[in-house]
């Protein structure tokens, strides 16, 4: 499916749980590049980079090794994981990065940052992450569920969605969640129950129509709902609107809000991904990859 993969490891379960989705994802004659970016500290940058350099050396041999692969590696110092990531994207015209689930918790968050959360954050190509743990049973892609709602970003997902199961020969669901008005009080509650239930028939009947889909719907909080949705998958696309900071303060976002929560692997289709699909195939990165 994906020709060009970015995979973001390290010395942390996370890298290894990155290995084993790529390998599920990639095409046939497709090519992993195996990453790991690391700090360029703020005192004694020649001694820190070198440091550094070395136990980086040490972590994509640990992975390369796991991985089963040779050649194809890439050391790279930066600011953040984030934008380390997305640089060696532009640098071997990667397709797709795939990182694992952050273990840290919401304290981390604030302290750390959250390495994946800033791998999303203006990704240059599609993104996919991988649970807690998930080398350890990578199962066959036997289920690829869409979150789905009629937008261009969710026509995308479906789109990819169907490559995938197709490769696979796996079935397709698709889901769609009714969130509830943010007040809570209505003068007649019946007629408010009765205008939910009709909403959550046309999502159905939205979805039903799309013809080799399986529908699924429910009442709630979008992240929340395709939370529990994933449960059943073995593989969740999403698509990502691609707000900026502000966007994200304003609007919030359904695939960021699932990260870390959803109990699958997890595809986040970004807009560059939907613009570099509209646009056809990348031309081939001049040099080799490996560091």
Known sequence: MFKRIL???????GGRDAV??????????????????????????????????????????DAQEYAGITGNVRSHPGASVGRGLHELCEAIYADLLVVGSSRRGA??????????????????????????????QPAPIGEVGVAYNGSAESEHALAMARRIAAEHQARLSAFEAVPIPAYTWAPDIDAYESTLEDELEEAR????????VEPHTAIGLPPEELAVYSASLDLLVVGSRGYGPMGRLLHGSVARRLLGHARCPLLILTRAARDADAAGPEPEPAGATAA
């Open 7 to 13: 995979v973001g490891v390290d010395h942390h379960q």
């Open 20 to 61: 084993a989705l790529a390998k599920r994802l990639g095409a046939p004659t497709g090519e992993l590049t195996l990453a790991h970016v690391y700090g360029t500290g703020f005192f004694d940058r020649t001694a820190h980079h070198n440091t550094e350099a070395e136990r980086s050396a040490e972590i994509l041999q």
């Open 107 to 136: 304290l981390g968050r604030v302290l750390l940052a959250d390495d994946t959360r800033g791998a999303l954050d203006a990704a240059p190509c599609a993104l996919a992450v991988a649970p807690a743990g998930y080398s350890q």
């Open 205 to 212: 009947q939205r979805i039903a129509a799309l013809g080799d």
